[in-house]
């Protein structure tokens, strides 16, 4: 059983820059699709940006790009995403996912059916 944890939420103003944290364990070598998704109150989840690490492909919600950066850590068990230029819309609580082993990154649109493992979630809030 794989156990997500995120960090490194907080509140920032807009323009401002965090970086979130996606630690695994207990690690595995599998090839997989790491995701971040973000749910708003009253919105439905959002998948926002993906890793996979079997060849370090990288994909982004059209409104993140240019501002959101996905990657792996030297440790290979941990997913960051820095979060630059954050704006109000910006507020939700962020998860992450893992998909099952040797499964290529879905469409960010969903369906998510292959991210068998979530993390419990970290809460960025951004005022303008």
């Known amino acids: 059983q794989l156990q997500l944890v995120e960090s490194g939420g907080g509140s920032v103003q807009a323009g401002g820059s965090l970086r979130l944290s996606c630690a695994a364990s207990?690690?595995?070598?599998?090839?997989?699709?790491i995701g971040w998704f973000r749910q708003a109150p009253g919105k439905e989840r959002e998948g926002v940006a993906q890793?996979?690490?079997?060849?370090?492909?990288?994909y982004y919600y059209d409104s993140v790009k240019a501002r959101f950066t996905i990657s792996q850590g030297n440790a290979k068990n941990t997913v960051y995403l820095q979060m630059n230029s954050l704006k109000p819309e910006d507020t939700a609580m962020y998860y992450c996912?893992?998909?099952?082993?040797?499964?290529?990154?879905?469409?960010?649109?969903?369906?998510?059916?292959?991210?068998?493992?979530w993390g419990q979630g970290t809460q960025v809030t951004v005022s303008s």
């Open positions: 207990p690690y595995t070598s599998f090839s997989r699709c």
């Open positions: 996912a893992a998909a099952r082993g040797g499964v290529r990154c879905p469409p960010l649109s969903g369906p998510w059916t292959d991210f068998l493992y």
């Open positions: 890793f996979y690490t079997g060849d370090g492909g990288t």
